[in-house]
Structures are given as C-alpha cells and as structure tokens.
C-alpha cells in the first residue's frame, strides 16, 4: 500500500497540511505509522480525509462527522445515532471495554475463563496481552461471545468457530481482491511492469471496491442468515411434531 508524508497527502487530498493536523487532533483521521520521527499515512487515509471533504461540502459539522464515523468504526448504523439523546454511550461504552483485566473476563465467562481458552482467544487476536490486562481490538466479537455463552453455547466452541469463519472469510476476501489483481497482475512467475500511474489507479479501485465489498458481502451474509434460520426454524418443527407429547406418554403407559 502506497505510504505519504503528512505534505504529500496533504497534497494528493488537496487540503492544508494544517486540517490534515486539525483533523486528526479531532479524532476524524487515525494517527500515521511512526516510524522515527516521520508520520506515514497511507490509503486509508487519503480515502479518509476524501470522505470528510465530502460531508463537510454536504454542510457537516465536525461533531456529526466524529459520530458518524465512529459509529461506522463501531458497527453501528445512522439509526443508532439518531434513536438516542446520547448518541455517543455505546461507543463509549464500548471504547472503556478495549481493555478487559482477568477479573472482567472472569465475570464475563465464569468458569470458562481457563488458561486455554485465554491461550486460543489470543492466537486468533480477539485478546492482546498489555502487561496484566488484555486489549481487545474489536469489542464486538467480546460481546458476541458473551451472549453466545450467556446462552449456554461452550467459550471453546465459540472461540473454533471465531477462527472457522475467519478463515471463511479471508478467502471471502481472496476472491474481491482477486478480481482486481488477476486483472492488473501477471502471473505467477511473470516479470511484472507497471508504471505509476497504473498503480494509482489499482489504489484508487481498490479504494472504491472496498466499502462495495462490505456492503455486498453484509447483504449476501444477511439473506444466508434468513435462509439458515428459516431451515433451522423448521427443523425444530419437524421435531416438536414428531416428539410424543407428555400426555400422550402417560396415556399410553396407563393404557399398558
């Protein structure tokens, strides 16, 4: 991924090297990649800063663009937003939880917060060790094991199938970025040549196909989930038909 100094991004989004400071100070923009005493950005940022140009052409202010996208960070949708006189407290709620010590994660799981389990939340990165506590970079999957096991579901069987659909989705992934590179891409093996502009231009797709992607891959995801559900549904009543009634079971026995 192409990397710029805070001027030429600056440059290449055609804003001030000052709202790009301005922008960060107010937590729109991510902090850069340090390395020594130089700041790198990269795409992200460059789409970021893009996307903030529109919505302050759109008449935004600065307050609604934070929480805007913050609730994007966050998973959250404009009616989450607007649904509440604090639009802020999930997120909020949720930023406190990026940081869980034993004890929470005790209260969380019980019993189930074994060594093992810590061990494997770790290797699939849904835990990060900072000294005695834990980070967690994204909440949300925390949060969802914590109804799955609330509802009785083993914290194992949930962490095997965290890393099972992971992988799923990586090679969800594989076949996006596969449409792009298999066209602008030689082959494996092959010399490849590309001059700069043809670079910027698998940047820029690359950039436009990604929220595309997202957005294809939440709405497939969401009929596969009605469908899944629907025969799950069906299932159960299948079986509740086929399963002899109390009553019937103590009529027949007094009938024997």
Known sequence: MKEYRIDDLAREARVSVRNVRVYQD???????????????????????LHLIGRMLDRGYTFATISELLTAAHYGLQVKDVLETD????????RRRAARLTIAELKRMFGAQTTEANIARGTELGVLVPAGDDFAVNDPRLVEAAQVLVDAGIPLEDVLEQTA???????????????VVADRYLAAEGEP???????????????????PLAHDAVQSLFD?????????????????????????????????S
Do not use: C
């Open 164 to 178: 099972a659909v992971r992988q799923d989705l990586s090679d969800v992934a594989a076949r996006f970025v596969a």
């Open 223 to 255: 009929e596969a989930m009605e469908e899944q559900i629907s025969k799950a549904l069906e299932r159960a009543a299948r079986q509740l038909a086929e399963t002899p009634s109390p009553a019937a079971s103590t009529d027949t026995d007094r009938a």
């Open 26 to 48: 107010r937590g729109l923009l991510p902090p850069p990649r340090k390395q020594g005493r130089t700041g790198w950005y990269n795409e992200s940022h460059l789409a970021r």
């Open 192 to 210: 490849l040549e590309l001059d700069e502009s043809t670079v910027s231009d698998i940047a820029r797709l690359v950039d436009q196909m990604r």
């Open 86 to 93: 604090d639009p802020g407290s999930r997120w909020k709620k």
